[in-house]
């Protein structure tokens, strides 16, 4: 009855995409002929062209095949939105580009038949009728299926929330594992996942209850419980202590017609990111913390702290000549004040910020400033107050030593001792130290609590994002710089 529900949706799925498709095409071939001034064929005798120079009948086949292939017609119940979107991004993208390329090698109309006519219509000022349809098909078929989706999802979930389209599940575990993993299902109902029953990881138990939820027996009983009381996916909570029985418990599962999900028995704090599953020369790699903003993402990221600190010295070249004068003028020393902090891996570099203090060596018992601590000059409570005396550190950001956004960097004194009182603390330099950041947006900054800090850094290393870092710099610009916790 499942795999029946799961072919009907499949199928409801490629139905309507194909739909999606067509009307793509047609607007990218209508909003072709309106940019270019051109004339739509007569209908009903020139019908052909519309089917012709829609490309229609190769772009349906193949975006779909290209969704089949993303995994977009699987059941994705417990798959966010925004991975979906990624998938259709990526697919459209793939089909588009297929499609220009054996258009063009099938010589077709829209598309430069001869090498002559690509360097004519390259050194015409006049647009290409086939780059115009194809941009066209390229932003709206992402944007058409997207929106679709989100509908689709979005009727979903309002069904299952009203107990239709349902997915039963057994827990196997009935400790804490179990129980977390029986809540969070119950907190998500948008997935139509319905814990029907738990049984226990040990071979008998005596207990007949767990949340409200009857338990089935133990592990003893497995396969006479899965024949009696069939479910359709299975979620295996066992805790460290039986983890060696993972195996035979997988084993015993190959018997029967079920999803087999694996919860491990690891604390929260402990996953800073995402775990994800490699495969190396066809051994599974578990990848259990890694740095985020490895490979594109990375560049990308790069990408953005160049060109914002790049405009960011530009536009606030006046104001830092100013705070320059002023620093200058309140007290003797330097105008840059540079002390050894610690960015992404451990590594150290010299950090730049306006001098605020009479006193500019490094202290042997560092500590954090007060907010009426004596060595701070006048001119400097005002930059501190103000977050000015950090825009020095944009120099540091285009020197690849810091980051925009990130965890802000701290003495390498300071680490040494958090390192080993607080949990996690060096899963921060996982990425490289910030200007701002999302603790800084959200009010924790200066003598303010460690605990919550640490929480704000660990959440934006394990949900980094582009998205995420531009989000942090609006907020720091619509916020201000100024904030009653700097000092």
């Not at 899965?226 to 479910?231: E, G, I, M, S, T």
């Amino acid at each position: 009855m499942l795999k029946q529900q799961h072919q009907l949706f499949a199928s409801l799925l490629v139905l309507v995409d194909s739909l999606i498709v067509t009307a793509a095409c047609g607007a990218a071939w209508a909003f072709r002929v309106n940019a270019l001034g051109e004339e739509f064929p007569s209908w009903p005798h020139e019908w052909e062209s519309y089917a012709r120079n829609s490309q229609v009948v190769f772009a349906v086949p193949m975006m779909v095949g290209a969704m089949w292939l993303g995994g977009l017609y699987r059941p994705r119940r417990d798959k966010s939105l925004w991975s979906e979107y990624g998938s259709i991004l990526r697919a459209s993208v793939a089909s588009v580009v297929i499609l220009w390329m054996m258009l063009y090698l099938l010589r077709n109309s829209i598309i430069a038949a001869t090498p002559d006519d690509a360097a004519q219509r390259l050194v015409s000022r006049e647009p290409d009728p086939g780059r115009v349809q194809f941009l066209a098909l390229a932003v709206m078929l992402p944007l058409a299926l997207c929106a679709h989706r989100t509908l689709f999802r979005w009727s979903l979930r309002q069904m299952r929330r009203r107990g239709f389209n349902q997915r039963h599940v057994a827990v196997i575990g009935i400790g804490r594992l179990g129980q977390v993993a029986c809540h969070t299902i119950e907190r998500n109902s948008w997935t139509g996942l319905n814990v029907a029953y738990f049984i226990a990881s040990a071979e008998r138990s005596d207990r007949k209850q767990c949340l409200g939820r009857p338990i089935r027996g133990g592990v003893g009983d497995l396969e006479a419980t899965l024949d009696a009381h069939p479910v359709d996916a299975v979620y295996l909570a066992v805790p460290s202590a039986r983890a060696s029985r993972l195996p035979e418990l997988l084993r015993r599962l190959e018997r029967f017609a079920v999803e087999v999900r694996v919860i491990p028995d690891v604390l929260p704090r402990y996953l800073p990111q995402s775990m994800t599953v490699g495969v190396l020369d066809g051994m599974p790699v578990l990848s259990y913390r890694e740095c985020p903003t490895r490979g594109l993402g990375g560049l990308s990221k790069r990408g953005l702290d160049i060109l914002g600190s790049l405009a960011g010295l530009v536009i606030f070249s006046p104001v830092m000549l100013l705070c320059a004068i002023a620093v200058r003028l309140s007290s003797p020393g330097p105008v840059i004040f540079k002390q050894r902090r610690v960015s992404i891996a451990g590594e150290t570099f010299k950090i730049y910020k306006f001098r605020t203090m009479f006193q500019v060596e490094d202290e042997e018992q560092p500590r954090w400033t007060s907010r009426e601590d004596p060595r701070i000059t006048p001119v400097g409570q005002v930059l501190r107050r103000t977050s000015l005396d950090e825009l020095p550190q944009l120099l540091n950001v285009l020197k690849g030593q810091m980051s925009l956004v990130g965890p802000r960097p701290e003495r390498p004194e300071l680490i040494e001792r958090f390192r080993e009182d607080w949990r996690g603390y060096m899963i921060r330099q996982h990425v490289k130290a910030g200007i701002t950041g999302w603790a800084q947006v959200n009010g924790l900054r200066g003598d303010t609590s460690l605990r919550r800090r640490l929480r704000y850094d660990l959440h934006y290393i394990r949900h980094w994002s582009i998205g995420l870092d531009l989000k942090i710099l609006w907020l720091t610009v619509i916020r201000g710089f100024a904030h009653r916790n700097a000092h």
